[in-house]
């Protein structure tokens, strides 16, 4: 396990990056061994996967990217460094190895910024190439499909809360859609300021109502927490509505127009959430956007990933706070906390004895490329690299960030970052072998 040189021998070659864009041409192209494959806790994944049968590869590369957050720039030189397309005369079109391989993106699509249609535009141009292109769900991209949702049809106690619960950070993509896509007409159409700040924020009861109707959903401790956290969100969102200098009207308008464009059949981004998926598999590996628990082990073993995928979009429809604190939901939630659904070992034992050894995830996003890590006993691989202009400027990155994740049927797996000097290789077979 120690002698990492060895795995040079028959090191997988990169796809060339057949643009001649700036902004990829500082990216790694030498690789070098993973350190963090060294780590006991990942042998000791890399031992039982080998017991329960060993590894099966996926029959075409994989080009796993995660979390842009809409920084279109930034997804799109993703794809250049991985060598999956390139630009002529600013048009995208697919590259040899891109005709080849499956693309992932591992979900947090929306928010932040700098432009959520501008990703979307992105994305669809890469998806008119002919790509074939995955599309995983993130906690980001749940919260704008529940907050707009919750907009449309009666209110309850259980779903009233859920745009100022959820909405706080879609305020940029919100004021993104009106100025594309609202018009006078529209505008004129609405009831007044003070109505629609009604239509939108919780009533002054809510709190009492939502105790007594979540009770057959939600344990008493993860209700009062809710009621603290809206409270908190509250006040917090009435800040930011002003700051970015929306009315509640204004909100009002947005709002029900992303429910034409993004959740209504023939709408401009319907194809989104119509493709979206929440759990994808290809051999050995599992990729979603935040992790697993038990009970979707179980699921995933007995009945598949499709019919996960089905129940997922099933459940994000009703927007019930059991789906979103229950396990279906977790899977683009959790981060392995105390209030997470849980993976034990039993949940881990079910995976490895169904033949999968990795999840390949994003959600935690790092600073010096991909990580490898044992979590609960399980093989992951955080695949967050912080893209979005947006979440780099905050955490002391500079520029526009690119990197991908390479998966290949030979076994190798490749972490490309503009912010590590080289490209990390993973091959877990021939790691296990030494």
């Not at 990217?65 to 720039?73: G, K, L, N, R, W």
């Not at 927007?319 to 039993?346: E, H, I």
Request: aromatic share 6%; glycine share 8%.
């Amino acid at each position: 396990m120690d002698d990492l040189g060895n795995l040079t021998a028959t090191d997988p070659v990169l796809p060339p990056i057949l643009d001649s864009d700036a902004g990829t041409a500082n990216l790694p192209r030498a690789l070098e061994p993973w350190a963090d494959a060294t780590a006991r806790p990942v042998a000791e994944c890399l031992t039982r996967a080998r017991s329960h049968g060993g590894w099966h590869w996926p029959e075409r590369p994989v080009v796993f990217v995660s979390d842009p957050h809409a920084d279109a720039e930034g997804f799109l030189r993703s794809l250049i460094a991985a060598g999956a397309i390139h630009r002529n005369h600013g048009r995208i079109a697919l590259t040899p190895f891109g005709r080849k391989a499956r693309i992932v993106l591992g979900g947090d699509t929306l928010d932040k910024g700098p432009s959520n249609l501008a990703l979307l535009d992105a994305i669809a141009e890469v998806l008119n190439t002919g790509a074939e292109v995955t599309i995983l769900a993130g906690n980001h991209d749940l919260r704008m499909r529940l907050a707009i949702g919750s907009v449309r049809g009666s209110r309850t106690a259980l779903t009233e809360h859920l745009f100022v619960r959820m909405g706080r950070k879609i305020l940029p993509a919100l004021r993104e859609v009106l100025h594309r896509f609202v018009t006078p007409d529209h505008m004129a159409a609405l009831p007044s300021e003070a109505a629609c700040k009604a239509r939108l924020m919780p009533g002054p009861d809510w709190s009492d109502r939502f105790a007594r109707a979540a009770r057959k959903e939600l344990r008493p401790e993860v209700i009062a927490r809710e009621i603290r956290k809206l409270e908190q969100k509250h006040a917090k969102f009435e800040r930011d509505r002003a700051r970015i200098g929306l009315s509640h009207r204004e909100l009002l308008a947005a709002l029900l127009k992303c429910h034409d464009i993004f959740l209504e059949a023939g709408g401009h981004y319907a194809w989104f959430f119509d493709r979206m998926q929440v759990v994808a598999r290809s051999g050995s590996l599992l990729f979603v956007h935040a992790g697993l628990c038990d009970e979707m082990a179980v699921a995933l073993v007995r009945d598949g990933v499709d019919a996960v995928n089905a129940a997922y979009a099933r459940a994000a429809e009703s927007a019930a706070p059991g789906f979103y604190f229950g396990p279906l939901a977790n899977l683009v939630r959790t981060k392995y906390r105390a209030s997470d659904c849980a993976l034990t070992a039993a949940g881990v034992e079910t995976l490895n004895r169904a033949g999968l050894h990795m999840v390949v995830q994003g959600h935690v996003n790092n600073h010096a490329g991909q990580r490898l890590l044992a979590k609960q006993g399980l093989l992951h691989l955080e695949a967050d690299i912080t893209l979005d202009r947006a979440s780099r400027a905050l955490e002391g990155l500079d520029g526009i960030g690119a990197g991908a994740t390479l998966i290949f049927p030979s076994g190798d797996v490749i972490g490309l970052s503009c912010d590590h000097p080289r490209a990390k290789h993973f091959a877990p077979e021939r790691l296990a072998a030494h």
